[in-house]
């Protein structure tokens, strides 16, 4: 039975049968990765660019960027407090589900998208401390509507940043490349 | 080849933190325990995988006997944890290299992600002091909420060990930076230490030769625990000073 099945993908047709199934599986082996590496959508859709235009620094609405770990999302009562103000923004369909929120005092539920992974611990403060802006990891966001991640966030492009800017001094490398600085 | 001796001559006084324990003054009363596994996210494993000896402390309380039975005597109590040698015998084993020495802060540092879980370094450790995930054990709603975020949350498969609380270490540090400023002696101290009502666990600078514990740790009758192994530990006890 088995032997009579090999024979028949040695045929013409049998090859192109193993030719459709590999094709099939590569395919939603490729539509699957595609799928994590694509932006998730967000209760509202919130256009950094827009916000950016008008000249608000990063660090107004993301202030903890500046002094701790965490950079922060900014609770709907800061949005609120400028959009509440705004006639146009006020009554907009679009920001129907912030005005909700603020009414309701229930949390808007924003979709991390600059995440590492648990065993990593990052601190923002460090590396703003260290000169570092936020387009340097976080991509040119005066040209993007909702979040999304420049590159991916792995070890090797964290490591080679900390190698660069350790540069020859030595005590910064040993610093910089330590396991337990990020991992504990 | 080289002896236990000569690596113990040549590189002493190297470690950078360290810890003093005062057996004297220890009552035994597991607060270090409780404190560590809350600052630490340990988990509890319960009653049957504690039955086969998996209980995960990452310090714990070791009690002895002297005499024979009914005459018996109980030896100081001995709190035990990694300690953090600085020539470690956990590390050359481990085939993954998850079990690495911290060229910065002087600690052998477990890296989780890098883990694979074989296991040879807590059976290569002498004091054995290493404690493995041998499930993903559940915390019931609504224990989650008390997770140390500083913390890495470890997984089946992982081993893990005291860090001398390295979280408190990288904040104590980045809190003196962004003000300009060294780590003072006694900013900041580990979660055993914190929690010990009787200040028998000091933590700090040992290669600072102005901090308590390095002047605590050079008064005569400290012991290094298995010293003759050649481990370079950095736990000094004292015991009937």
Known sequence: MIKKFFDWLKQPLGLIAVGIVFLALFSAATYGIYTTQQTPEQPIDFPHNKHISFGIQCLYCHPGASKGPAAGIPSQAKCWACHNQIVKTRDSALLAPLKDAVMSGESIEWVPVAIVPDFVQFNHRAHVAAGKNCEDCHGDLTKMTIYENPQVFNMGWCLNCHIETAGDDQEKLIKLSDCGTCHY | ?241
């Open chain 2, 1 to 241: 080849m080289i002896r236990p001796e000569e690596i113990k001559m040549s590189t002493e006084e190297t470690g950078k933190w360290g810890m003093v324990i005062d057996q004297d003054i220890c009552t035994g009363c597991q607060a270090c325990v409780a404190a560590c596994a809350m600052e630490n996210n340990i988990t509890f494993v319960g009653e049957e995988d504690a039955g086969y000896g998996r209980s995960m402390h990452w310090i714990r309380i070791e009690r002895f006997w002297e005499g024979e039975y009914p005459e018996v005597k109980m030896t100081p109590q001995q709190p035990m944890l990694c300690q953090q040698c600085g020539h470690a015998t956990c590390e050359p084993v481990c085939p993954a290299f998850a079990t690495v020495h911290s060229q910065a802060e002087q600690l052998n540092l477990q890296v989780y992600n890098r883990c694979v879980g074989t296991r040879y370094c807590a059976n290569n450790c002498p004091y054995q002091v290493r404690a493995f995930n041998w499930r993903d054990y559940q915390r019931p709603e609504p224990l989650p909420n008390q997770f140390n975020p500083d913390v890495t949350v470890r997984r089946m498969g992982v081993m893990e060990k005291c860090t001398f609380c390295i979280q408190r270490i990288h904040k104590a540090q980045d809190k003196a930076k962004s003000e300009g400023r060294e780590v003072m002696d006694g900013e900041f101290t580990t979660a055993c230490a914190q929690a010990c009502p009787a200040n028998a666990i000091v933590f700090g600078r040992v290669d600072n030769p102005e901090s308590l514990v390095s002047q605590l740790s050079h008064k005569g009758h400290g012991v290094k625990h298995l010293e003759e192994l050649g481990t370079l530990p950095n736990v000094t006890y004292f015991k009937g000073g």
